[in-house]
């Protein structure tokens, strides 16, 4: 049975951000971009207690960019792609905006 995924709201992009911020959170990321893994496997990845990756699963998960599925006991995890592509929208506006100012000022000079 799967778990309900934690869609956020699109516009309150703080969540991802503070997620993406902590090294150990990126590394979880990249340990379930391209496959799902139970949450003691991921733990065995790193230096530091189960409680702790457990934590950081947690907050990767509400934050929604981790897809919990339940299987029995076991809770595997995986990245849910559309997340990033949230953020990324929201980063391409400050970059087109710059792109916007910088046509403007280069269209100035040649005046």
């Known amino acids: 049975m799967a778990a309900k995924s934690r869609h956020r709201d699109p516009d309150n992009i703080h969540a991802v951000l503070k997620a993406i911020a902590e090294p150990q959170r990126i590394a979880i990321l990249r340990l379930v971009h391209k496959q799902e893994l139970p949450a003691g496997e991921i733990a065995t990845h790193f230096n530091t207690t189960r409680q702790a990756i457990s934590q ?56």
Do not use: I, P
Request: proline share 0%; hydrophobic share 35%; charged share 35%.
């Open 56 to 111: 950081h699963l947690r907050l990767l998960t509400d934050a929604g960019l981790l897809e919990l599925r339940r299987d029995g006991t076991r809770r595997l995890y995986h990245v849910r792609g559309e997340a990033f592509g949230e953020v990324r929208t929201f980063l391409d506006t400050f970059w087109n905006e710059s792109l916007s100012s910088l046509k403007r000022q280069v269209e100035k000079n040649k005046r």
